[in-house]
């Protein structure tokens, strides 16, 4: 069977983890579909740019012209949707961008997917998958008490974003019931570690804490989040698309459940270390309480047992292990944050890719 995959949005940080890992282990070729908006990252895959196992492609998944052309070209046995807009405070601010690439981007995706796929024999057909990757926000929130979302739990987003995901899964869910494309589904709990675009929690904090920046919680701080190591996902994901039984949803968590406030604290004990003040105090001094984000949810909490039960998929990271990985890429990689927050890594893409002759129409 032809292992060749298209991935769509991998720049971006869970994207590039599994385009990077997928390159790593040697499994085929990737053909990397990424718009390369704010948080999609070429200097993400630095490591892979010359390779010629990674095919990079500058497009939206909106495209139809260009995804039948892509899907005609290369063949692939799977297709990867990463694709998304993915911030909830972005998506209070500007939703309109969540539903087109959220919503009408994934249909327009699955669109063209339907129609590859209708022409394959009947042995690719039967192989072939198209694997949506999606979030624990579409079940809306928790009490403290509450069992852990598992995949029947009822859909109640509550934010434009998890809304915007939520109507891409049910979508997902209707053309595998209605046309019969083999589709899956992953619903994962919050994800951490390199490539982090910094405007999520944890990334905030690292660079925050090192420029001497105030460290903004929500609230009081006591939201609670189920934290996965972004690796850990990426081998869920591998793992689903092997074995995973077409038209079925996978919960992909950490079972790592922890409120922000104490993710905040421990970060600040771990750079006290690491990389301790000029002054000698504790970063913790930098921590602001700032007035709640308008629907915050409390608690999101993923029962994974599934996922274990039938693929043998279990996370390698404690959430220990997994921040200490995390904290030391970030020390480790402080040029990298510095192209990102300063906007230099679109110059960097310039230099490295449209020079080069890559497809960064």
């Known amino acids: 069977m032809n292992q060749t995959i298209i991935v769509t949005g991998g720049a971006g940080f869970i994207g590039a983890n599994f385009v990077l890992s997928w390159i790593k282990l040697g499994l085929g070729t990737v053909v990397n579909l990424d718009k390369l908006t704010y948080a999609g990252n070429l200097e993400n895959l630095e490591a892979i740019q010359h390779n010629p196992q990674h095919i990079f492609v500058h ?29 909830v405070d972005r998506s209070i601010h500007g939703p309109e961008d969540f539903i087109q690439t959220n919503v009408v981007g994934t249909f327009h995706l699955l669109e063209a997917v339907r129609a590859y796929w209708g022409q394959l024999n009947e042995e690719h057909r039967h192989n072939f998958r198209f694997l949506h990757v999606s979030t624990d926000e579409v079940y809306g929130s928790l009490g403290k008490s509450d ?18 995901k939520a109507a891409s899964d049910h979508l997902v869910r209707a053309y595998h019931h209605t046309y019969g494309l083999p589709t899956l589904t992953t619903n994962c709990s919050n994800n951490y570690g390199p490539h982090h675009f910094p405007e999520k929690l944890i990334p905030l904090v690292i660079h925050n804490a090192l420029a001497g920046q105030p460290l903004p919680i929500y609230g009081n701080g006591q939201q609670i989040r189920d934290w996965l190591y972004v690796e850990d996902h990426c081998a869920a994901i591998r793992r689903v698309l092997e ?19 104490e993710i905040v604290r421990t970060l ?94």
């Open 147 to 164: 069992a852990a979302f598992t995949e029947t739990h009822a859909y109640a987003p509550n934010s434009p974003y998890s809304a915007s």
């Open 268 to 361: 600040c004990r771990m750079l006290d270390v690491k990389k301790p003040r000029a002054d000698g105090k504790s970063y913790a001094e930098q921590i602001t309480f700032v007035e709640d984000r308008p629907g915050h949810d409390q608690r999101y909490a993923i029962d994974a047992t599934k996922i274990a039960n039938e693929l043998g998929w279990k996370p390698k990271e404690t959430f220990e292990s997994g921040i200490e990985k995390t904290v030391h890429w970030y020390l480790e990689n402080q040029d990298w944050v510095k192209n990102v927050t300063s906007g230099e890594y679109r110059n960097w893409v310039q230099t490295h890719y449209t020079e080069r002759g890559e497809e960064l129409a």
């Open 59 to 87: 497009g939206d998944i909106a495209d139809q012209a260009l995804l039948a052309k892509l899907l005609a070209e290369y063949q692939p046995c799977a297709v990867v949707n990463f694709a998304a807009e993915s911030h």
């Open 243 to 261: 074995a995973g039984q077409a038209g079925e949803v996978y919960n992909v968590g950490g079972w790592n459940e922890k409120p922000n406030i």
